[in-house]
């Protein structure tokens, strides 16, 4: 039983001195990560700093990976992926093969499908998506397919969905192959193209191209200087269920169907007071008289009056 006692005290001496070392082990581990806190896994990854920055918190993963600050004072750029790049002055994020984040705080997120990896290269810009591209200062690119990923290269530009492209400054284009490639244009549907600046292209295959001559028209003093397009050329669109709007002098609202034809009514009624007027006047000559169009017009009329033989003027 003694011996047992003894063995058993033992156990917990060697458990105890097992416990001391491995804290002073963690200890020590701790102060590394404080001197250096930067972590490189696989060949050829690096996350360097400037001497006698204050912060150095890079992270680099994967073969070939770079997570290298350039700031003076330090950053904590993360690479993640084979020939990740998130070198740069700020805490940029690049994950992916190839992917690359070159612009201060921006971030790469996707894969190399085809002959260049996603990049995000403008100051804050956000490009997610196979291949995709953001090279605008805060742009953002989103979506990516087997032919190409979204590009979006104007400042504040925005390019959802494969193939689009905004290649002006606050430009927008949403759905595949949309195109917005002047000042503030919107291209919203797949394919739509917004060409002019200010243009919206709104609807799949629609395009601004067809309307630009719009822009040279006066309404009430005041010149468009953009144009909407819920169409092209041979694949026009109706526009339904548009509420009655305003129609007086100064009013620039689009009109609907029963305004029109309000109109129409209107006018109707107009001419059935005139044809109404010339009848009585032509009662009121006599000897058949009556009111015919000119040259088959119906807004201008002459009065006709059939002569008795023998009624010659004098």
């Given at each position: 039983?003694?011996?047992?006692?003894?063995?058993?005290?033992?156990?917990?001496?060697?458990?105890?001195?097992?416990?001391?070392?491995?804290?002073?082990a963690?200890?020590?581990?701790?102060?590394?990560s404080?001197?250096?806190q930067?972590?490189?896994?696989?060949?050829?990854?690096?996350?360097?700093?400037?001497?006698?920055?204050?912060?150095?918190?890079?992270?680099?993963?994967?073969?070939?990976?770079?997570?290298?600050?350039?700031?003076?004072?330090?950053?904590?750029?993360?690479?993640?992926?084979?020939?990740?790049?998130?070198?740069?002055?700020?805490?940029?994020?690049?994950?992916?093969?190839?992917?690359?984040?070159?612009?201060?705080?921006?971030?790469?997120i996707?894969?190399?499908?085809?002959?260049?990896?996603?990049?995000?290269t403008?100051?804050?810009?956000?490009?997610?998506?196979?291949?995709?591209?953001?090279?605008?200062?805060?742009?953002?690119?989103?979506?990516?397919?087997?032919?190409?990923?979204?590009?979006?290269?104007?400042?504040?530009?925005?390019?959802?969905?494969a193939?689009?492209?905004?290649?002006?400054?606050?430009?927008?284009?949403?759905?595949?192959?949309?195109?917005?490639?002047?000042?503030?244009?919107?291209?919203?549907?797949?394919?739509?193209?917004?060409?002019?600046?200010?243009?919206?292209?709104?609807?799949?295959?629609?395009?601004?191209?067809?309307?630009?001559?719009?822009?040279?028209?006066?309404?009430?003093?005041?010149?468009?200087?953009?144009?909407?397009?819920?169409?092209?050329?041979?694949?026009?669109?109706?526009?339904?269920?548009?509420?009655?709007?305003?129609?007086?002098?100064?009013?620039?609202?689009?009109?609907?169907?029963s305004?029109?034809?309000?109109?129409?009514?209107?006018?109707?009624?107009?001419?059935?007071?005139?044809?109404?007027?010339?009848?009585?006047?032509?009662?009121?000559?006599?000897?058949?008289?009556?009111?015919?169009?000119?040259?088959?017009?119906?807004?201008?009329?002459?009065?006709?009056?059939?002569?008795?033989?023998?009624?010659?003027?004098?």
């Amino acid at each position: 039983m003694k011996t047992n006692s003894s063995a058993r005290g033992g156990g917990r001496t060697s458990l105890r001195v097992m416990a001391v070392f491995l804290a002073l082990a963690g200890l020590a581990f701790a102060q590394a990560s404080h001197a250096q806190q930067t972590i490189t896994i696989d060949n050829g990854a690096t996350a360097i700093t400037p001497a006698g920055a204050s912060i150095n918190l890079g992270v680099a993963i994967g073969v070939n990976s770079h997570a290298n600050s350039t700031s003076a004072s330090g950053s904590s750029p993360v690479a993640i992926g084979p020939y990740a790049n998130a070198s740069g002055a700020g805490s940029q994020v690049a994950i992916g093969d190839q992917a690359r984040a070159s612009g201060s705080n921006s971030v790469a997120i996707g894969g190399n499908v085809f002959q260049n990896g996603t990049s995000a290269t403008g100051d804050y810009a956000v490009s997610i998506g196979a291949s995709s591209h953001a090279s605008g200062y805060g742009a953002f690119a989103f979506g990516g397919d087997s032919k190409s990923g979204a590009a979006a290269s104007g400042k504040y530009a925005m390019a959802f969905g494969a193939q689009t492209v905004t290649s002006a400054d606050n430009a927008s284009a949403f759905g595949q192959g949309a195109v917005a490639s002047a000042q503030s244009a919107v291209a919203f549907g797949a394919h739509a193209q917004a060409l002019n600046a200010g243009d919206v292209a709104l609807g799949s295959g629609s395009a601004t191209a067809a309307a630009v001559g719009t822009s040279s028209a006066t309404i009430n003093g005041v010149a468009s200087t953009s144009t909407m397009s819920v169409g092209d050329v041979g694949a026009e669109r109706t526009i339904t269920n548009v509420a009655a709007s305003r129609v007086d002098a100064t009013s620039t609202d689009a009109v609907n169907g029963s305004q029109l034809n309000a109109t129409n009514l209107a006018l109707a009624a107009e001419d059935v007071k005139v044809n109404t007027l010339g009848g009585n006047v032509a009662s009121a000559f006599g000897g058949g008289a009556d009111v015919r169009s000119v040259d088959g017009r119906d807004d201008i009329a002459e009065l006709h009056r059939v002569r008795p033989a023998g009624d010659e003027c004098r």
